[in-house]
Every structure is written in structure tokens, then in C-alpha cells.
Nanobody, 124 residues
Framework: QVQLVESGGGLVQAGGSVRLSCAASGRTFSTYTMGWFRQAPGKEREAVAA????????YYADSVKGRFTISRDNAKNTVYLQMNSLKPEDTAVYYC?????????????????WGQGTQVTVSS
């Protein structure tokens, strides 16, 4: 069992930056692929970024490429999402997710564990 706790959300102006953190419990964090997803009101949950167990492979949604960076620190059991040049359309609840896999995983339905989410609101 893995428990995930997100932090770092809040209200930010357009063009600003926010860094989200996701702390994971368990001693096998380094064998998990990790993902960040978001869900805006009235919209489906979408994949934002994902990172393989080693950090060697990453995925970014086209809408965030060049602005967001996913990273992980296996010694701290933590994955991060650095979000720069934020836009109002980035406003959503952001979720961290984990799956025991040595391959990069993007599809939400393949993730086994989810955090409670953290709200990010970008004002124009």
C-alpha cells in the first residue's frame, strides 16, 4: 500500500510559478512510476506529466511542454512538479499518482494509488 500526499498548491497570478510536491509512504518508492494529473471543473482528468522509476524517462502533455518539469528524489520518496509561466487554463485540482512499474506509464486507468489532490488556481 502506498499513500500519497500532495502539497504546494494555491493561488498564483498568470505568468507565475508554483512547485507541487508529492510525498509517498512505503519503502519501494523507487520502483514506482509517478504521474501528475489534473482535473478542471466540468472536464475529465488528464495526464500532465509522468516520470519513470529512475527518472530517466518523462512524459509531458503538449499543453505543458516547456513550462512544467517533473522530477523525483527517491531518497526522499518525493516527486515534484515545477510549473512555470502559468496560465488561467492551468487552473485545476492536481493529483499525484503511483504505479509499481519499471516502465513509464501515462494512462490514468493504469495507476494504482492516488493522492487527495491540491488546488492550483491561476488568476488572469
Amino acid at each position: 500500500q502506498v499513500q500519497l500526499v500532495e502539497s504546494g498548491g494555491g493561488l498564483v497570478q498568470a505568468g507565475g510559478s508554483v512547485r507541487l510536491s508529492c510525498a509517498a509512504s512505503g519503502r519501494t518508492f523507487s520502483t514506482y512510476t509517478m504521474g501528475w494529473f489534473r482535473q478542471a471543473p466540468g472536464k475529465e482528468r488528464e495526464a500532465v506529466a509522468a516520470i519513470s522509476w529512475s527518472g530517466g524517462s518523462t512524459y509531458y502533455a503538449d499543453s505543458v511542454k516547456g513550462r512544467f518539469t517533473i522530477s523525483r528524489d527517491n531518497a526522499k520518496n518525493t516527486v515534484y512538479l515545477q510549473m512555470n509561466s502559468l496560465k488561467p487554463e492551468d487552473t485545476a485540482v492536481y493529483y499525484c499518482a503511483a504505479r509499481s512499474s519499471l516502465s513509464l506509464v501515462v494512462a490514468a486507468r493504469k495507476y494504482d494509488y492516488w493522492g487527495q489532490g491540491t488546488q492550483v488556481t491561476v488568476s488572469s
